[in-house]
């Protein structure tokens, strides 16, 4: 079956998945053929912010760079966060094609925020003023509306791993900065280069080297 047949017959189920799980749940469709532009469908689209048009997170990136999960059908309960700060809980089914390919995500976001306030609520109640230990979680996923903030968000998350300013970075710290984007699929998008040799102060010869010498 042609691919984007393929994909056209999952619209209409985002649009019941959006009705059937309400007002608190995001169902989005991407289209791997188009990073820049991934999303083709999207149900309750203000819980993130994006819309149709927008491109695919940073951990869509890391799921196609990534082969032992692109062979997974579906990955589960992971954490997301929004730019606005609402805490998301994540899961992705890969829609594949008859030959196996990955050529597209139907991913779906319950906004868990008013529950995680809720929870806080109940310890007041329960512990009252005595310290609660819970671990704060960090988020696998970050929603972005562009391009240049998804790979804006990617690499401030790689660079802050080293608390040094990158023109005061040794080359192998930027080296392995370089790695660590490839890694999470950043090279997949369109002008990542010009924008990573910007922000690491280095040629975007020296980018292509670091690459070439993995």
Same mark, same amino acid.
């Given at each position: 079956m042609n691919d984007n047949k393929i994909l056209n017959e999952y619209k209409a189920l985002v649009k019941f998945l959006g009705e059937l799980l309400g007002e608190n749940t995001e $169902?989005?469709?991407?289209?791997?053929?188009?990073? #820049? &532009?991934?999303?083709?469908? %999207? =149900?309750?689209?203000?819980?993130s912010g994006r819309e149709e048009g927008d491109p695919l997170t940073d951990l869509a990136l890391k799921f196609i760079k990534d082969k032992e999960l692109s062979r997974k059908n579906y990955i589960t309960n992971y954490n997301g966060?929004?730019?606005?700060?609402?805490?998301?809980?994540?899961?992705?089914?890969?829609?594949?094609?008859?030959?196996?390919?990955?050529?597209?995500?139907?991913?779906?976001?319950?906004?868990?925020?008013?529950?995680?306030?809720?929870?806080?609520?109940?310890?007041?109640?329960?512990?009252?003023?005595?310290? $609660?230990?819970?671990?704060?979680?960090?988020?696998? #996923? &970050?929603?972005?509306?562009? %391009? =240049?903030?998804?790979?804006?968000?990617?690499?401030?998350?790689?660079?802050?791993?080293?608390?040094v300013l990158p023109e005061r970075m040794t080359a192998e710290e930027k080296k392995d900065i370089?790695?660590?984007?490839?890694?999470?699929?950043?090279?997949?998008?369109?002008?990542?280069?010009?924008?990573?040799a910007e922000i690491l102060k280095t040629s975007e010869a020296t980018i292509y080297r670091y690459l070439n010498s993995k």
């Open positions: $169902v989005v469709l991407h289209d791997l053929t188009n990073y #820049e &532009n991934s999303i083709i469908a %999207i =149900e309750n689209g203000y819980i966060e929004t730019k606005t700060g609402h805490n998301l809980r994540s899961s992705t089914y890969f829609i594949k094609n008859d030959e196996g390919r990955i050529i597209g995500m139907l991913c779906i976001n319950i906004n868990t925020s008013d529950l995680m306030y809720a929870k806080k609520i109940l310890n007041k109640l329960i512990y009252g003023n005595k310290e $609660v230990d819970e671990k704060q979680s960090i988020p696998d #996923e &970050n929603f972005t509306n562009t %391009i =240049e903030e998804l790979v804006d968000s990617i690499i401030s998350d790689v660079i802050k791993e080293i608390p370089v790695k660590k984007l490839d890694e999470r699929g950043v090279f997949l998008l369109k002008n990542a280069i010009p924008k990573i």
